[in-house]
C-alpha cells in the first residue's frame, strides 16, 4: 500500500485539511500519515474556534519517523500557520524526499483576492522556496497571483472569458518556468453574460500546454473544497493514473457532492457532504 505523508491542520468542524484528506486517500486504497501543523476546534471561518499551533511539534514526527526507517510515496503539504512550519516542511524533504516520491504542495495563502490572516512577506517567500521542490502545485487563483506578482484586481478588468482566462494561462505558464512542476490552478470563475450559466474551473498547465476544464458554479464557497480537489489528485497518482483523469474525477467528485449540499442548504462554512460520493473514487 502505498503511504502519504499529510502536512496540514486537524480542524475538528469545517470539513477541511486533514479531515477531507484521510478519508479520501483512505478509499482511494493509499495509507495517510497524518503530519498536523496545528489543531483547531473549528476551520477559520468559523466565529469562534480554538487552535493549538504544533511547530514546535513537527520535527519531533520526522525524528520519530526517522527512527522507524519509514520512507513515503507522496508527501501532501496544505495549511500551515507561518514561515516557521514551512522551514520544517523543507527539512522535513530533505530526510523523506526521495526520487520516487511524489511531492503535492497546496500553497494555501488566500482566496477570493484576500490573503489569509497569518500571511505575510516573510511566509511568501518560503513558500516560493517550497513550491520550487514541488512536483505537483495546486493554487487557486489568489495563491496563484501571489506567488507570480500578478495583479488579483487586473484579472477582473476583463470583461470576457478569453482574456480572463489568457491572463491566468500566462501566470500559470510561468510559475510551471520557476519551478518546473504540473500546475493546476483551482477555483476560475471568469466573467459571463448575464444570459449565460455562471461556471468554476480548473487549469492544467504542463510542458507550456494548457487545459482548462469547468463545472456549473452556483457562487457560494465552501470549506474545503480546495483540500478535497488536490487530495483527490494525490489519490489518484499514488494509483499512477495521470493528472488529467485526476482533475476530471475531483471535478465529478465535487459537483456531486456541492449539488447535495447545496439542496440540503448546509451551511458553506460547514463544508460539503463529501462522505456519501466517495464510492465515486473507488
Known amino acids: 500500500m502505498k503511504k502519504v505523508a499529510v502536512?496540514?491542520?486537524?480542524?475538528?468542524?469545517?470539513?477541511?485539511?486533514?479531515?477531507?484528506?484521510?478519508?479520501?486517500?483512505?478509499?482511494?486504497?493509499?495509507?495517510?500519515?497524518?503530519?498536523?501543523?496545528?489543531?483547531?476546534?473549528?476551520?477559520?471561518?468559523?466565529?469562534?474556534?480554538?487552535?493549538?499551533?504544533?511547530?514546535?511539534?513537527?520535527?519531533?514526527?520526522?525524528e520519530e519517523w526517522s527512527k522507524l526507517h519509514e520512507t513515503f510515496d507522496g508527501i501532501h503539504t496544505g495549511f500551515i500557520t507561518g514561515k516557521e512550519q514551512i522551514t520544517h516542511i523543507i527539512n522535513f524533504l530533505d530526510s523523506f524526499y526521495k526520487d520516487n516520491t511524489i511531492l503535492l504542495v497546496d500553497p494555501v495563502?488566500?482566496?477570493?483576492?484576500?490573503?489569509y490572516k497569518n500571511f505575510d512577506d516573510g511566509l511568501l517567500k518560503q513558500m516560493k522556496e517550497l513550491v520550487r521542490q514541488a512536483d505537483v502545485i495546486t493554487p487557486n487563483v489568489t495563491e496563484c497571483c501571489l506567488l507570480t506578482g500578478l495583479s488579483y484586481e487586473s484579472l477582473h478588468r476583463y470583461t470576457n472569458e478569453k482574456d480572463f482566462l489568457q491572463a491566468i494561462q500566462e501566470a500559470g505558464q510561468q510559475l510551471e518556468r520557476e519551478t518546473d512542476a504540473h500546475i493546476i490552478i483551482t477555483g476560475i470563475n471568469p466573467p459571463t453574460?448575464?444570459?449565460?450559466?455562471?461556471?468554476?474551473?480548473?487549469?492544467?498547465?504542463?510542458?507550456?500546454?494548457?487545459?482548462?476544464?469547468?463545472v456549473p458554479y452556483n457562487g457560494r464557497s465552501y470549506s474545503g473544497t480546495g483540500d478535497l480537489f488536490s487530495s483527490v489528485l494525490m489519490g489518484s497518482l499514488m494509483r499512477g493514473e495521470d493528472l488529467a483523469h485526476a482533475i476530471q474525477l475531483a471535478e465529478t467528485f465535487l459537483t456531486a457532492a456541492i449539488q447535495d449540499t447545496d439542496s440540503e442548504k448546509t451551511p458553506a462554512v460547514a463544508g460539503v457532504n463529501f462522505e456519501k460520493f466517495l464510492r465515486l473514487l473507488l
Not at 109 to 115: L, P, Q, R, V, Y
Open 7 to 62: 502536512i496540514q491542520d486537524l480542524s475538528s468542524l469545517g470539513k477541511c485539511s486533514l479531515t477531507a484528506a484521510i478519508p479520501v486517500l483512505s478509499v482511494m486504497g493509499a495509507q495517510a500519515c497524518p503530519l498536523p501543523t496545528a489543531i483547531f476546534s473549528a476551520q477559520t471561518e468559523y466565529t469562534s474556534f480554538f487552535c493549538e499551533d504544533l511547530t514546535a511539534n513537527m520535527p519531533r514526527f520526522a
Open 109 to 115: 495563502m488566500g482566496d477570493i483576492g484576500e490573503a
Open 193 to 214: 453574460a448575464q444570459t449565460v450559466t455562471q461556471s468554476i474551473g480548473n487549469m492544467y498547465i504542463s510542458d507550456a500546454k494548457s487545459v482548462y476544464s469547468s
